[in-house]
């Protein structure tokens, strides 16, 4: 079950004990008084006397650890989950991996597979096995997949210095390497909705090579939330394939390279509400044509992502290092249907944007005296994004009403670039056994073709270690967030002028960097071994505040900031584990407020604008109140398990005065594995049934700041699993 920050046995030979789950703790202490000792490898001494093939492994296992020494989240708030929690998550290793963080203290569920880290949007740093992945195009497909996992961490709160830019969360993924690679599996998954997903695993360890490789194709009729209440939505039909790809290559006891690639392709459906009115006539529609009908609709949008990173990393006795250069490359594509887009809004728009980044990470930490730990690095890349539009408007008169039937065709080609630098420089200082302060400076600078902006961070966190269950953390952080680089340029807008899709206003004030200051505090309580609880509470005061919405049918989100902005909140997470059996329940409260919308206004109502100028508003993705809790058993051959999500209810309705419904999902699951097959290790057969009350609920009404479209929560499906494992 998803115990929040479970502590994980490592496969080192020096560190044999497992320790109990905890549920968030700092790394600080950690690693001040539960750091394992170093194996035999580690100083590079002679490893003969191992069993045949150990000495890869404990190699292997050795330097797993110490990559977490380079940039451990010392002073944050870390939540983890492990691959057993992963397995009694509803679909198991097919879930997708933002079903796996909703199992997390303050994360709040949106539309189209985003969630929301403490009241924020967006601002998640994704790192797998502690190097950076370049932020991706704002889009609903998840190119991340469970079955990589060995292990995940959330952190959170007041990071240290070497995390910078997205800062709402760094999602640690660490994937499976040594002894975790020998599994080969093949699978298939599939039922309600028509789903049906075949993937496979393939890894291993020979000499000094590790790999791991996966493939899956996922095809269902789900794709994206249904926009109406009715049990299928009509045209959502998706495919998705995905590839990843481990190797890793020990140069020595102290160093090795690894490969990291990854690529997904998704064609998404856009679902359609029936029954839309006629509001434009076209002179390209005939008058009897009967098939122009809103349930006919056949808009689409496809979305792609590559990249790769080339890792080296060296440890010794008192240093430890990672350099890595990576390239990653983005593309959304969204499909018009010209005819019947014109007849319902006036607009036909087809859409192609997409990024390229290409940076250079550079980590390290240097055990400098007895009590101190010194760690440095840097960070730069560069984004090129390109937007290019055909675009069919009617011409308007001064009142904004049809002067033609005639429609015009626009076309504007336009990009951006970007470049995001960092550098820091931190001390982790061991004041005594039990008490360790954390501080560090950190210096980021933007640069685009419409902003330019830096800033000098300080961090401080002091972690206490009261009793030997008893933890307590504090810290403080400023933080420094550059916005995606999608400007829409007042050239772009200017030809829009006269038309359909001509804005309210022409303001558009480039998006600026968010400023913020971020206190956190908290305590770890270990009531038992088997039982923890902690409560974590937190602050941020924000200079131009940002945001995403989605302005049209294209589920391509850009950026806006407001001039100033607070969040505020608490988070309270139980754990228990004995055994076979396990237990959690978490529960989270946030606060947000922002005032005067400072940049793309040309995107929002001259009212709204007006409006949240005048009154500090809540921010559209506040999930005010949030729970998840579960209980699972699993043996060698069984696992069964209870899921439950609770969600308040996200902003709604003009400058989000409103809110929506408040819901609650129970999921079950059960698998059993047969150990005795003909062929490969074992066979497992899975069942889970997903809103098991078949419970109808909207995540969004189509209203609120940023917010254009509607959905609906996924009804009560049945879905059935086949492992082979070989």
């Given at each position: 079950?998803?115990?929040?920050h479970?502590?994980?046995a490592t496969?080192?030979?020096?560190?044999?004990?497992k320790?109990?789950?905890?549920i968030?703790s700092s790394?600080?202490?950690?690693?001040a008084?539960s750091?394992?000792p170093?194996?035999p490898?580690?100083?590079?001494?002679?490893?003969?006397?191992?069993?045949?093939g150990?000495?890869?492994?404990?190699?292997t296992?050795?330097?797993?650890?110490?990559?977490?020494?380079?940039?451990?989240?010392?002073?944050?708030?870390?939540?983890?989950?492990?691959?057993r929690?992963?397995?009694?998550?509803?679909?198991?290793e097919n879930?997708a991996?933002?079903?796996i963080?909703?199992?997390?203290p303050?994360?709040v569920m949106?539309?189209y597979?985003?969630?929301?880290?403490r009241?924020?949007?967006?601002?998640?740093?994704?790192r797998?096995n502690?190097?950076?992945l370049?932020?991706g195009?704002n889009g609903?497909?998840?190119?991340?997949?469970?079955r990589?996992?060995?292990?995940v961490?959330?952190?959170?709160?007041?990071l240290?210095a070497q995390?910078?830019?997205r800062t709402?969360?760094?999602?640690?993924?660490?994937?499976?390497?040594?002894?975790?690679?020998?599994?080969?599996?093949?699978?298939?998954y599939?039922?309600?909705?028509?789903?049906?997903?075949?993937?496979?695993?393939?890894?291993?360890?020979?000499?000094?090579?590790?790999?791991?490789v996966?493939a899956?194709?996922?095809?269902?009729d789900i794709?994206?939330e249904?926009?109406?209440?009715?049990?299928?939505?009509t045209?959502?039909?998706?495919q998705?394939?995905k590839?990843f790809?481990y190797?890793?290559?020990?140069?020595?006891?102290?160093?090795?390279?690894?490969?990291l690639?990854?690529a997904?392709?998704?064609?998404?459906?856009l679902?359609?509400t029936?029954?839309?009115?006629?509001l434009?006539q076209?002179s390209?529609?005939?008058?009897?044509?009967?098939?122009i009908?809103?349930?006919?609709?056949?808009?689409?949008q496809t979305?792609?992502?590559?990249y790769?990173?080339?890792?080296?990393?060296?440890?010794?006795?008192?240093?430890?290092?990672?350099v890595s250069?990576?390239?990653?490359?983005?593309r959304?594509?969204?499909?018009?249907?010209?005819?019947?887009?014109?007849?319902?809004?006036?607009?036909?728009?087809h859409?192609?944007?997409?990024?390229?980044?290409?940076?250079?990470q550079?980590d390290?930490?240097?055990?400098?005296?007895p009590?101190h730990?010194?760690?440095?690095?840097?960070?730069?890349?560069?984004?090129s994004?390109?937007?290019?539009?055909?675009t069919?408007?009617?011409?308007?008169?001064?009142?904004?009403?049809?002067?033609?039937?005639?429609p015009?065709?626009?076309?504007?080609?336009?990009?951006?670039?970007?470049?995001?630098?960092?550098?820091?420089?931190?001390?982790?200082?061991?004041?005594t056994?039990?008490?360790t302060?954390?501080?560090g400076?950190?210096?980021?600078?933007?640069?685009s073709?419409f902003?330019?902006?830096?800033?000098?961070?300080?961090?401080?966190?002091?972690?206490?270690?009261a009793s030997?269950?008893?933890?307590?953390?504090f810290?403080?952080?400023?933080?420094?967030?550059?916005?995606?680089?999608?400007?829409?340029?007042d050239?772009?807008?200017?030809k829009?002028?006269?038309?359909?899709n001509?804005?309210?206003?022409?303001?558009?004030?480039?998006?600026?960097?968010e400023k913020?200051?971020?206190?956190d505090?908290?305590i770890l309580?270990?009531?038992?071994?088997?039982?923890?609880?902690?409560?974590?509470?937190?602050?941020?005061?924000?200079?131009?505040?940002?945001d995403l919405?989605?302005?049209?049918?294209?589920?391509?989100?850009?950026?806006?900031?407001y001039?100033?902005?607070?969040?505020?909140?608490?988070?309270?997470?139980n754990s228990?584990?004995?055994?076979?059996?396990?237990?959690?329940?978490n529960f989270s409260?946030?606060k947000?407020?922002?005032k005067?919308?400072?940049?793309?206004?040309y995107?929002?109502?001259?009212?709204?604008?007006?409006?949240v100028?005048?009154?500090?508003?809540?921010l559209?993705h506040?999930?005010?109140?949030t729970?998840?809790?579960?209980?699972?058993?699993?043996?060698?051959h069984?696992?069964?398990?209870?899921?439950?999500l609770?969600?308040?209810?996200?902003?709604?309705g003009?400058?989000?005065?409103?809110?929506?419904?408040?819901?609650?999902?129970f999921?079950?699951?059960?698998?059993?594995?047969?150990?005795?097959?003909?062929?490969?290790?074992s066979?497992?057969l899975r069942a889970?049934?997903?809103n098991l009350?078949?419970?109808r609920?909207?995540?969004?009404?189509?209203?609120?700041?940023?917010?254009?479209?509607?959905?609906?929560?996924?009804?009560?499906?049945t879905?059935?699993?086949?492992?082979?494992?070989?």
């Amino acid at each position: 079950m998803p115990d929040p920050h479970s502590s994980r046995a490592t496969t080192s030979p020096s560190a044999s004990t497992k320790s109990p789950p905890a549920i968030a703790s700092s790394n600080a202490q950690k690693r001040a008084d539960s750091a394992p000792p170093r194996s035999p490898a580690a100083g590079g001494q002679a490893t003969a006397q191992l069993p045949p093939g150990r000495e890869d492994i404990t190699v292997t296992a050795h330097l797993d650890q110490v990559r977490g020494r380079i940039a451990p989240g010392l002073g944050a708030v870390s939540y983890g989950i492990d691959q057993r929690q992963i397995q009694v998550t509803p679909g198991g290793e097919n879930a997708a991996f933002s079903q796996i963080l909703l199992r997390l203290p303050g994360v709040v569920m949106d539309s189209y597979g985003e969630v929301h880290v403490r009241g924020e949007h967006g601002g998640l740093t994704y790192r797998v096995n502690g190097v950076l992945l370049p932020e991706g195009l704002n889009g609903f497909g998840q190119e991340l997949d469970s079955r990589i996992i060995q292990s995940v961490d959330l952190l959170t709160g007041t990071l240290p210095a070497q995390f910078g830019f997205r800062t709402s969360g760094v999602v640690d993924v660490k994937t499976k390497t040594g002894d975790t690679l020998k599994n080969n599996q093949v699978s298939l998954y599939g039922g309600s909705y028509n789903t049906f997903i075949p993937s496979l695993q393939l890894g291993g360890s020979k000499d000094r090579w590790d790999y791991f490789v996966t493939a899956s194709y996922n095809r269902n009729d789900i794709g994206i939330e249904n926009p109406t209440n009715a049990f299928r939505a009509t045209h959502d039909f998706t495919q998705q394939e995905k590839g990843f790809g481990y190797l890793a290559y020990q140069l020595d006891d102290e160093s090795r390279v690894s490969l990291l690639t990854s690529a997904s392709y998704s064609d998404f459906q856009l679902p359609n509400t029936t029954g839309l009115p006629i509001l434009y006539q076209s002179s390209t529609i005939a008058p009897d044509d009967q098939g122009i009908q809103s349930r006919l609709l056949r808009n689409g949008q496809t979305e792609q992502n590559y990249y790769a990173v080339l890792s080296y990393q060296r440890s010794t006795d008192k240093m430890n290092l990672q350099v890595s250069p990576y390239f990653r490359y983005g593309r959304i594509g969204y499909r018009n249907d010209p005819n019947r887009d014109l007849a319902f809004s006036g607009i036909s728009q087809h859409e192609v944007n997409d990024f390229t980044t290409g940076g250079l990470q550079f980590d390290t930490s240097y055990d400098i005296a007895p009590h101190h730990v010194l760690r440095f690095g840097l960070l730069g890349q560069y984004t090129s994004e390109r937007l290019d539009t055909n675009t069919l408007a009617f011409p308007i008169d001064e009142a904004g009403e049809q002067s033609s039937i005639d429609p015009r065709r626009i076309i504007d080609n336009s990009g951006n670039w970007a470049v995001e630098a960092g550098a820091y420089i931190q001390d982790e200082f061991h004041i005594t056994p039990k008490l360790t302060f954390n501080y560090g400076l950190r210096y980021d600078r933007f640069a685009s073709s419409f902003h330019n902006e830096g800033q000098l961070s300080p961090r401080a966190n002091m972690v206490w270690k009261a009793s030997k269950t008893t933890t307590v953390h504090f810290g403080y952080s400023r933080f420094f967030a550059p916005p995606s680089p999608q400007y829409i340029s007042d050239a772009t807008l200017a030809k829009f002028a006269g038309t359909t899709n001509e804005p309210q206003t022409m303001q558009n004030t480039p998006t600026r960097v968010e400023k913020s200051h971020y206190v956190d505090v908290g305590i770890l309580q270990h009531v038992t071994r088997d039982y923890q609880i902690t409560i974590d509470a937190y602050g941020k005061w924000a200079h131009d505040q940002g945001d995403l919405g989605q302005f049209g049918r294209a589920v391509i989100l850009a950026p806006f900031s407001y001039r100033r902005g607070r969040v505020y909140g608490a988070e309270i997470g139980n754990s228990w584990r004995h055994g076979g059996w396990s237990v959690y329940g978490n529960f989270s409260f946030v606060k947000t407020w922002a005032k005067d919308i400072n940049s793309a206004q040309y995107q929002f109502e001259v009212a709204e604008l007006d409006y949240v100028r005048r009154h500090g508003i809540q921010l559209d993705h506040q999930g005010e109140f949030t729970s998840s809790a579960g209980v699972s058993y699993a043996n060698k051959h069984d696992m069964a398990y209870l899921d439950f999500l609770y969600g308040y209810g996200l902003r709604s309705g003009f400058a989000n005065l409103e809110k929506q419904p408040s819901y609650a999902v129970f999921n079950i699951g059960y698998a059993h594995t047969f150990t005795k097959v003909p062929v490969g290790h074992s066979l497992k057969l899975r069942a889970d049934v997903v809103n098991l009350f078949d419970h109808r609920y909207q995540i969004r009404d189509g209203s609120g700041v940023g917010v254009t479209q509607a959905q609906y929560g996924q009804r009560r499906g049945t879905f059935f699993s086949v492992v082979s494992s070989f």
